[in-house]
């Protein structure tokens, strides 16, 4: 599904070109060099004018889909010619797009919303620009991630918070059991990305970590933008809470486990072990950590990540 951009009624396309042509007009755009422009991710108006000076030179306009990216460039009186560049096709476009960057274009790629290349396609294209000898130029701008580390509350150490940009998790199977295991112990913050269809069941997945904190982020920028900060217990809860909570776009900033907590599954005893091992002969991780829990009286973060262990093939 797309994004939906949030579009700011007052907004004068000639008068916002001019100042972008007024505060980045003098700059130098080389020729022959991909842009790689970053684009609002929700609100129409987080354009930087530097994205739009560019936008409005180059001689044509890679994205990831035309019909998103051609509304975004009417609202601000731009018309450039437009390719589609997307995870499909993106190794037979780049090369069409080397070959005319060699002859002394200028070209922009953007994708839906944000930052190409990041959870977005563009990786491959820059790849084939640079192999080719010639230059990727980027424009930063909106992103979900630093929006929402900013509000999350994380401690800095000075020079802002440690964090894991993790993106998102393997769908099923050992792969995704692997990475919940790794997220169990992880002790710097870390940022995830879902999607509609799939937040009910990370959510699932993330209240097993009981108490850890997480905020989350839903439709950032937009209209019905949300953001809460709860145990991660209460994440299923706060969806459910409401039908639309499992409608839009999702990231997540889950908080680093404390050091006293990442230590204790090795503080475990043997009858606490003992008594977690039958109980996953007959439940599934999450109740048997559950269980393990009320009968020993031991962590059941520990526990949990004890029975990710004991699982292992």
Not at 11 to 36: C, F, K, R
Not at 70 to 87: C, K, M, T, W
Not at 202 to 225: I, M, P, S
Request: include cysteine; charged fraction near 20%.
């Amino acid at each position: 599904m797309l994004p939906e951009l949030m579009v700011t009624p007052n907004l004068s396309a000639p008068t916002v070109l001019q100042a972008a042509q007024a505060v980045a007009g003098e700059q130098h755009y080389p020729a022959g060099a991909l842009y790689v422009v970053a684009t609002p991710i929700g609100n129409l108006a987080d354009i930087t004018l530097r994205a739009l000076q560019v936008l409005s030179l180059v001689d044509a306009v890679a994205c990831e889909d035309t019909r998103h990216t051609a509304p975004l460039l009417q609202a601000y009186g731009l018309d450039r010619p437009l390719l589609s560049v997307h995870e499909h096709n993106e190794a037979e476009a780049a090369a069409g797009i080397v070959r005319r960057l060699m002859q002394g274009e200028r070209i922009a790629y953007v994708s839906d919303a944000g930052t190409p290349g990041i959870s977005d396609p563009g990786a491959r294209l820059c790849r084939a620009v640079v192999h080719a000898g010639l230059r990727c130029i980027p424009l930063p701008g909106a992103s979900s991630v630093t929006a929402l580390l900013s509000v999350a509350g994380l401690a800095s150490t000075g020079q802002g918070p440690a964090f894991e940009f993790t993106g998102f998790l393997p769908p099923k199977g050992a792969d995704r059991q692997a990475a919940l295991r790794r997220l169990a112990q992880q002790t710097q913050a870390c940022v995830l990305l879902e999607a509609p269809h799939r937040i009910g069941l990370l959510a699932k997945d993330l209240a097993a970590l009981n108490q850890r904190a997480v905020t989350l982020g839903r439709e950032l920028t937009k209209q019905f933008e949300e953001i809460a900060t709860l145990p991660c217990t209460d994440l299923p809860g706060w969806l459910d809470a409401s039908e639309h909570r499992h409608r839009g776009e999702f990231i997540l900033v889950l908080h680093p486990v404390t050091p006293s907590a990442a230590s204790e599954p090795d503080r475990l005893d043997g009858e606490t072990l003992r008594v977690l091992a039958l109980l996953l002969q007959e439940l599934p991780v999450k109740s048997a950590a559950r269980l393990s829990a009320e009968i020993t009286g031991a962590s059941r973060n520990a526990l949990y990540a004890a029975a990710l262990e004991l699982k292992k093939p």
